[in-house]
């Protein structure tokens, strides 16, 4: 609706009639205020109409509210509960962080504990290191001074023996097997012993020297050893029961095993147990071993062979059977002179040997003969026959005999094959 007031000037109206205009001013005013009033119900119309689009039926959002309400409710149920298992896993968390904190706390402890054993357990470790290091390093010097002192500066005072009673030292060796220091320097005491009283009693000059001495109980020792390996090679040994036979009979000869036992104490200072070990056992042990050498057909076959060399020689060359002989025979007694053996009437050599040489002519020289000495071959230089008794015959003869390795030359034999050190008194 169109402003009458702003439509038509005040100055035109005032001019017409005053009291008109006082009546046109309060309708106007009037209708003005009726104006604004239906403005204002056109504006709370307007207001209302978009009110009434714009929110919802009550009805409606009753019924959106009552079904929501339990929704409402529900999520309110699992907001509490949520927050509820909050709290309680926050209290369980905490009381797991708690928990496992002082597990957390038991286990360092533990593991400290632990640490500190381990270390406690180095440290002692150390300390027995070293001192298991310095023990032994002392005992090393102190051994060494002592092998020194023994094999340098030749030691040999009534301390450093009982120390050698307990340590295996040797004097040498044999085929790299040690020989006992301790049999040596005993061994050398008896002997020491035992010829000073032969001097006293008057059997003997004089003590031979030392160094005499050690040489021989040297070569004993050393002839022990290879005894014992040619024990093992033709597997033999000794038995207590033949050692105490041994004993009984020395028993008888000497009249009781008092007499023995005194015996032996006043001439080696023994007893009768060490007369055993260091006298019987190796002597029953050596005759053993000797009698198997003897029969070995592989020593006689060595002989055989030779001696089958030198009759080959003799045949080609008889009238030089002296020099041969001198320089290949065996036999000590005759070599020298070239086999030369003399007149002898039956009955007087071994079997083997007589019968061959009373079978030859003189001048003729026999084939091999074999005999419990060797092998030998004989010429015959003269026959006597006697004048009264032609049955009684006199014959010169020679002979060269090769006999086989004696258990002494086996022995050397040994020695030269294997590896032999001598540490002491050489």
Do not use: C
């Not at 926050?90 to 009381?95: E, G, L, Q, V």
């Amino acid at each position: 609706m169109p402003d009458l007031k702003e439509s038509e000037p005040k100055e035109k109206i005032d001019s017409v009639n005053p009291k008109y205009a006082e009546i046109r001013e309060s309708v106007l005013a009037a209708i003005e205020a009726d104006t604004k009033q239906k403005d204002n119900d056109t504006k709370k119309s307007i207001i209302s109409d978009d009110k009434k689009d714009f929110l919802p039926d009550k009805k409606i959002v009753n019924k959106k509210i009552s079904k929501s309400k339990p929704k409402i409710k529900t999520m309110e149920k699992t907001n509490t509960i949520s927050k509820t298992e909050d709290q309680f896993e926050f209290k369980n968390n905490k009381n797991k962080t708690e928990s496992i904190t002082g597990i957390d706390s038991e286990n360092n402890q533990k593991i400290n504990n632990v640490q500190d054993l381990v270390k406690d357990k180095k440290a002692k470790k150390k300390v027995l290191k070293v001192l298991v290091s310095s023990i032994f390093f002392t005992i090393l010097i102190l051994f060494l001074l002592l092998v020194g002192g023994i094999y340098i500066f030749k030691w040999d005072q009534t301390a450093i023996r009982k120390i050698v009673n307990i340590l295996p030292l040797p004097v040498g060796f044999y085929d790299y097997k040690p020989i006992s220091l301790k049999s040596y320097w005993d061994d050398i005491d008896t002997l020491q012993y035992f010829y000073t009283n032969q001097v006293a009693q008057g059997n003997y000059k004089e003590v031979p020297p030392e160094s005499e001495l050690k040489n021989i109980v040297w070569d004993r020792l050393l002839n022990m050893k290879i005894i014992e390996d040619l024990a093992k090679k033709y597997d033999v040994s000794v038995t207590p029961e033949e050692i105490n036979m041994e004993v009984d009979s020395i028993v008888n000869e000497a009249g009781s095993r008092e007499a023995l036992a005194d015996n032996l104490y006043e001439f080696y200072h023994w007893d009768i147990q060490t007369f055993k070990t260091r006298v019987i056992g190796p002597y029953i042990l050596e005759d053993k071993v000797r009698n198997k050498i003897s029969s070995d057909p592989t020593y006689d076959q060595a002989a055989q062979t030779e001696a089958q060399q030198i009759l080959t020689e003799v045949k080609q060359a008889p009238e030089k059977f002296a020099e041969i002989a001198a320089r290949v025979s065996d036999d000590p007694g005759s070599a020298s002179r070239g086999g030369d053996l003399g007149y002898f009437n039956q009955g007087v050599m071994v079997p083997e040997f007589e019968q061959a040489a009373f079978n030859l002519q003189v001048g003729e020289i026999s084939d091999l003969v074999k005999t419990q000495f060797g092998y030998h071959i004989i010429k015959v230089d003269d026959r006597i026959v006697s004048s009264t008794n032609d049955k009684e015959v006199q014959i010169k003869a020679s002979h060269i005999l090769i006999a086989p390795m004696s258990f002494a030359e086996i022995l050397e034999k040994y020695k030269q094959d294997k590896k032999i050190i001598r540490l002491l008194d050489k």
